[in-house]
T-cell receptor, first 112, second 116 residues
Framework: AQSVTQLDSQVPVFEEAPVELRCNYSSSVSVYLFWYVQYPNQGLQLLLKYLSGSTLVKGINGFEAEFNKSQTSFHLRKPSVHISDTAEYFCAVGGSQGNLIFGKGTKLSVKP | DTGVSQDPRHKITKRGQNVTFRCDPISEHNRLYWYRQTLGQGPEFLTYFQNEAQLEKSRLLSDRFSAERPKGSFSTLEIQRTEQGDSAMYLC??????????????FGPGTRLTVT
């Protein structure tokens, strides 16, 4: 069975500082990994995806993530955050039913 | 940009009433998914369609829930005899078909249901 663990429920960080949001996954099928961002009372926006190929993937808004098969991780990073990055971030893995399986989310709070 | 749209955005209903939500996917996408998200949780899968065929249903989808996609375009999700535990955000997503591509899902803004 597939599962996703997001290791931090909340991450506070100062503006212009680097940030890493951690995600570990478990999958018995082909691994497809995603990060989504959700702003209050809105749907989810796709930040980046790993389907195959290079293990370092770049997404929108300056975010990137690295697929590490040996550590079953897919951590999200940004070298310098902005106030506008304050949101909830979800890591997801492709499930055996054709669905996405999501973690519980990490709330990123960027302080001035 | 014609993304995924959902209607209504908010719905307040009394316990025991029936409610119906609509989702319009991205036009060239064959697959359409429904998820439910409760406070403090990630979205949980309910069901999905490929064209008009409902291919998978989660055990979360009780017999009070029914979904349709009659012409392979828009979809409706109906909840009969609503309960307070049905209060949640209902999210719709769509995707193409193909290795890995089916998991690249694009979400609508959601319908927030409150059952009083």
């Amino acid at each position: 069975a597939q599962s996703v663990t997001q290791l931090d429920s909340q991450v506070p960080v100062f503006e212009e500082a680097p940030v890493e949001l951690r995600c570990n996954y478990s999958s018995s099928v082909s691994v497809y990994l995603f990060w989504y961002v959700q702003y209050p009372n809105q749907g989810l926006q796709l930040l980046l995806k790993y389907l195959s190929g290079s293990t370092l993937v770049k997404g929108i808004n300056g975010f990137e993530a690295e697929f590490n098969k040996s550590q079953t991780s897919f951590h999200l990073r940004k070298p310098s955050v902005h106030i506008s990055d304050t949101a909830e971030y979800f890591c997801a893995v492709g499930g055996s039913q054709g669905n996405l399986i999501f973690g519980k989310g990490t709330k990123l709070s960027v302080k001035p | 940009d014609t993304g995924v749209s959902q209607d209504p955005r908010h719905k307040i209903t009394k316990r025991g009433q029936n409610v119906t939500f609509r989702c319009d996917p991205i036009s060239e996408h064959n697959r359409l998914y429904w998820y439910r998200q409760t406070l403090g949780q990630g979205p949980e899968f309910l069901t999905y369609f490929q064209n008009e065929a409902q291919l998978e249903k989660s055990r979360l989808l009780s017999d009070r829930f029914s979904a349709e996609r009659p012409k392979g375009s828009f979809s409706t999700l109906e909840i009969q005899r609503t309960e307070q535990g049905d209060s949640a955000m209902y999210l719709c997503a769509s995707s193409r078909v193909g290795q890995g591509l089916a998991y690249e899902q694009y979400f609508g803004p959601g319908t927030r249901l409150t059952v009083t």
